[in-house]
């Protein structure tokens, strides 16, 4: 690696939905810094920012990728991101990262949810931000709509280039069409410029021209650079202006931020980190302020695909990766002494979709485990859990697709085979009306026998209400040593369930009578006779089942709000509300847990994978009764479908 100063570095991230021509922006890059021989490309497998066997395989990127090099007097580092919304914290990992971000458009595709939501993001980071209209000489490409789509749903974009078969034209420099509208957009960044502007004065090319730049260094302006990846067509004059974006940088001490992690079968875990000041070298030890520890540093590398290149130092600006860091994680904040204040972690997204996996063989129940925390560590997006109550583990993801390429990981990785399931619905039971009974417990087997008698008053709770214990007894009718014994065993039956074996939430127990042995009572004798007592009011009592109520919020574009409230209906979702959310219809509604399941694939659809959602507990609601007898029989069998 060449001696490169921080002044040469520029970071940037290339972000868009799905099938825009993001990976082949960069490949045309690489192509065009003569980093590679030939263009590589996704389709046929020779990509270099999409190279891993499962991208290869599904001819999509689901990875953030890295390329370093130099392209000019420029040491550029590409980060090429994802288009799926399943793999959206990938995408703030590279947002994370960005010097300057660009947005990838297919003119002839809708924008997107991940270009919007990546438009949101970045701009929340602040970061230079520029378009780039790809395959702009595609049959049927009408410029003015595009533009018109683009204000609605960024604001202000202005045209940088134009292009004409393989001829880029500047706008600023020529009598194109769009040149008073970037004029315009360049004049009120500035009030003086506006104000001669506005004074019909003409503005110099090279005071407009600096203009531009002073506004795209701090967000103000937004440009649209046109251009034709496979050809070449439109790259340099897209990454003559990033090289020119003012990227301010100081501090003397080292100070990083891990925004990846992978796991390489030789190295290990790879981190990946941010130089945001200072210098770093092998041998040098950084604070890892999020965790409150030291960490020596190693070997360092930079990234090229699957390529990997040691280096001696990583200057300010750099991108690099770190090995064999014992305590530090994707998010951390490195620095070269204790101190404040720590960098923004990385805010990823709840996952949205869950799924219960079983290996096919109980030997591999361990490597499954450790291959989840593996997986977790590269995408931190994704979580997993055993959950105690139904005895399944449990994987959560952002969707269906999410989910299939992590299950798919852990064969290719870890050699395990899975199959999967529903997660089990956590349902309660709870009863309607109160009751009484009495559990008396009488054992004579010998010597000291086992005696126990109480009676107990059961009552319903409002939803939410918990339990409550109440010692109403008088005149020492059960000693009051006992009374806790007696709690325990409705305690225990509580969490064994009435009807369909799901724990019984939501009532007041007052034990208000009974009887004791003054020699053959115990603790266990009155703890089974608080068992059997508490059973016995329940059978009295209207037991009914509570499922979990799910509150969803669903964001859609206007034309298929129809469609999709009646999806949620079908679901038994019980609609509270509509409201315009910029450009879009927000649905709020409450939906039973258990009708969630494929949700995600079926919000994709409706709305051609436009509609997002996002859901929480609530809280638990009465099981329609013609459901709750499904329910049990699903209990008694042993499974939920």
Same mark, same amino acid.
């Given at each position: 690696?060449?001696?490169?100063?921080?002044?040469?570095?520029?970071?940037?991230?290339?972000?868009?939905?799905?099938?825009?021509?993001?990976?082949?922006?960069?490949?045309?890059?690489?192509?065009?810094?003569?980093?590679?021989?030939?263009?590589?490309?996704?389709?046929?497998?020779?990509?270099?920012?999409?190279?891993?066997?499962?991208?290869?395989?599904?001819?999509?990127?689901?990875?953030?990728?890295?390329?370093?090099?130099?392209?000019?007097?420029?040491?550029?580092?590409?980060?090429?991101?994802?288009?799926?919304?399943?793999?959206?914290?990938?995408?703030?990992?590279?947002?994370?990262a960005s010097d300057v971000a660009v947005i990838v458009i297919d003119p002839l595709q809708d924008l997107g949810v991940v270009s919007e939501r990546a438009f949101s993001d970045i701009k929340g980071r602040k970061i230079p931000l520029l378009f780039y209209l790809s395959k702009i000489n595609e049959t049927g490409v009408d410029i003015d709509t595009v533009f018109s789509r683009m204000k609605s749903a960024f604001g202000n974009v202005v045209p940088m280039t134009a292009i004409e078969g393989d001829d880029v034209t500047h706008v600023l420099d020529s009598g194109s069409r769009y040149h008073k509208d970037l004029v315009e957009a360049i004049a009120e960044t500035d009030d003086e410029l506006l104000e001669r502007y506005l004074s019909d004065e003409e503005l110099g090319s090279d005071e407009l021209e600096t203009a531009f730049y002073d506004g795209l260094s701090h967000g103000e302006i937004m440009p649209v650079y046109m251009g034709d990846s496979p050809k070449g067509v439109g790259i340099e004059a897209l990454l003559s202006s990033i090289v020119r974006i003012n990227i301010k940088r100081d501090g003397d001490e080292p100070l990083g931020f891990v925004f990846k992690t992978s796991v390489d079968p030789h190295l290990g875990d790879i981190r990946y980190i941010k130089l945001l000041s200072?210098?770093?070298?092998?041998?040098?030890?950084?604070?890892?302020?999020?965790?409150?520890?030291?960490?020596?540093?190693?070997?360092?590398?930079?990234?090229? &695909?699957?390529?990997?290149?040691?280096?001696? $130092?990583?200057?300010?600006?750099?991108? *690099? %990766?770190?090995?064999?860091? /014992? #305590?530090?994680?994707t998010g951390d904040t490195l620095r070269g002494e204790k101190g404040e204040p720590l960098l923004p972690k990385i805010d990823f997204l709840a996952p949205l979709v869950s799924v219960a996996i079983i290996?096919?063989?109980?030997?591999?129940?361990?490597?499954?485990?450790?291959?989840?925390?593996?997986?977790?560590?590269?995408?931190?997006?994704?979580?997993?859990?055993?959950?105690?109550?139904?005895?399944?583990?449990?994987i959560k993801g952002r969707g269906e697709l999410h989910i299939d390429i992590i299950i798919n990981k852990l064969k290719r990785k870890y050699g395990v085979g899975l199959t999967t399931k529903k997660p089990r619905i956590h349902y309660r039971e709870t009863i309607k009306r109160t009751a009484e009974a009495q559990g008396?417990?009488?054992?004579?087997?010998?010597?000291? &026998?086992?005696?126990?008698?109480?009676?107990? $008053?059961?009552?319903?709770?409002?939803? *939410? %209400?918990?339990?409550?214990? /109440? #010692?109403?007894?008088?005149?020492?009718?059960?000693?009051?040593?006992?009374?806790?014994?007696?709690?325990?065993?409705?305690?225990?039956?509580?969490a064994e369930g009435i009807d369909a074996g799901y724990p019984v939430v939501d009532m007041r127990v007052t034990c208000y009578d009974g009887t004791f042995h003054t020699?053959?009572?115990?603790?266990?004798?009155?703890?089974?006779?608080?068992?059997?007592?508490?059973?016995?009011?329940?059978?009295?009592?209207?037991?009914?089942?509570?499922?979990?109520?799910?509150?969803?919020?669903?964001?859609?574009?206007?034309?298929?709000?129809?469609?999709?409230?009646?999806?949620?209906?079908?679901?038994?979702?019980?609609?509270?509300?509509?409201?315009?959310?910029?450009?879009f219809?927000?649905?709020?509604?409450?939906?039973?847990?258990?009708?969630?399941?494929?949700?995600?694939?079926?919000?994709?659809?409706?709305?051609? %994978?436009?509609?997002?959602?996002?859901?929480?507990?609530?809280?638990?609601?009465?099981?329609?009764?013609?459901?709750?007898e499904k329910i049990k029989a699903q209990s008694k069998s042993g499974h939920q479908d």
């Open positions: 690696m060449r001696k490169i100063t921080t002044e040469d570095i520029r970071t940037i991230g290339i972000f868009g939905q799905s099938s825009t021509g993001k990976t082949s922006l960069g490949e045309a890059i690489l192509y065009g810094a003569k980093v590679t021989r030939r263009l590589g490309s996704v389709d046929d497998g020779t990509s270099i920012l999409s190279s891993s066997p499962l991208e290869v395989e599904k001819k999509v990127t689901i990875n953030l990728s890295i390329a370093s090099f130099d392209y000019g007097k420029t040491f550029l580092n590409i980060l090429d991101t994802p288009g799926y919304d399943d793999f959206y914290g990938e995408v703030l990992s590279g947002i994370s200072g210098e770093l070298s092998p041998g040098s030890t950084l604070y890892n302020c999020t965790q409150n520890v030291s960490e020596r540093i190693n070997q360092i590398y930079i990234i090229k &695909g699957k390529e990997r290149e040691e280096v001696e $130092k990583l200057p300010n600006g750099a991108v *690099g %990766g770190l090995v064999k860091l /014992k #305590n530090t994680h290996p096919k063989e109980k030997k591999d129940e361990e490597k499954v485990m450790e291959g989840l925390s593996k997986l977790h560590e590269e995408d931190p997006s994704f979580t997993h859990y055993y959950d105690t109550e139904t005895k399944q583990t449990i008396k417990f009488k054992r004579q087997t010998g010597g000291h &026998g086992q005696y126990g008698d109480c009676w107990l $008053k059961i009552e319903p709770l409002e939803s *939410g %209400g918990g339990f409550e214990f /109440k #010692n109403a007894i008088v005149g020492g009718a059960i000693p009051s040593k006992y009374l806790p014994s007696v709690e325990k065993g409705v305690k225990e039956a509580m020699v053959d009572s115990s603790d266990i004798a009155f703890k089974i006779a608080g068992s059997l007592a508490f059973k016995n009011a329940c059978e009295k009592a209207n037991v009914t089942i509570l499922e979990p109520i799910m509150s969803v919020e669903v964001v859609v574009p206007e034309e298929y709000l129809g469609d999709v409230m009646g999806d949620l209906n079908s679901r038994r979702g019980r609609i509270l509300g509509t409201e315009m959310d910029g450009r219809q927000k649905i709020k509604v409450h939906i039973p847990e258990a009708e969630m399941f494929g949700y995600s694939a079926s919000l994709r659809s409706i709305t051609q %994978g436009r509609g997002t959602f996002t859901q929480e507990f609530s809280h638990y609601e009465e099981v329609p009764r013609e459901l709750q």
